[in-house]
């Protein structure tokens, strides 16, 4: 997946991973900057396999991986310079966090506590209260935490 991600950024096409055409790294990221800008649960695109963080179960559905872990790797392997490709990441370029807008004392808190702030369902109070009624639960689990936190 990576290697794919940077492409564009190795051909010369893109500066940065995030801003290339067609790829998934640059869906992923328009999304967090959105739920980052909104204060809301970062989701994923539908089409694209998610991922599901480090689950303890043999076999997540979704890749085993966090997100943010891939956004960093890729960011990471991108500032490489190799003597067979023509583009690389420029260090000149702020990290990843910081070019989509995303604080990272938030984002730090929000991975350190995530599971004991939220038990179940996650994301804005229009979207857990959506998901709830589609559900047919007759309560909304989690909004007070969500609000506090995501919006």
């Keep these: 997946m990576a290697y794919v991600d940077l492409n564009p ?6 500066k940065i991973p995030e801003q290339s055409d067609y790829t998934a790294i640059a869906e992923r990221s328009e999304q967090m900057k959105r739920a980052a800008s ?3 649960q970062a989701t994923q695109p539908a089409h694209l396999l998610p991922f599901a963080g480090n689950p ?3 076999m997540p559905e979704g890749l085993p991986f966090r997100l ?8 990471w392997t991108g500032r490489a310079i190799l003597e067979n490709k023509r583009g690389y990441i420029p260090k000149d370029q702020p990290p990843v966090l910081e ?3 995303i604080d990272p004392k938030h984002w730090l808190y929000m991975a350190q506590h ?3 702030q939220f ?5 804005t109070a229009y979207t857990l209260k959506a998901a709830c009624q ?10 007070s935490a969500c609000q506090r936190l995501l919006t």
């Design 9 to 14: 950024v190795r051909a010369g096409i893109a």
């Design 38 to 40: 909104s204060k809301g």
């Design 56 to 58: 303890r179960a043999a």
């Design 68 to 75: 943010i872990d891939y956004l960093e790797l890729v960011d």
């Design 99 to 101: 070019r989509l807008q």
């Design 114 to 116: 995530f599971e004991s």
């Design 119 to 123: 038990k179940g369902l996650v994301g």
């Design 134 to 143: 589609t559900l047919g639960y007759r309560r909304t689990p989690n909004l």
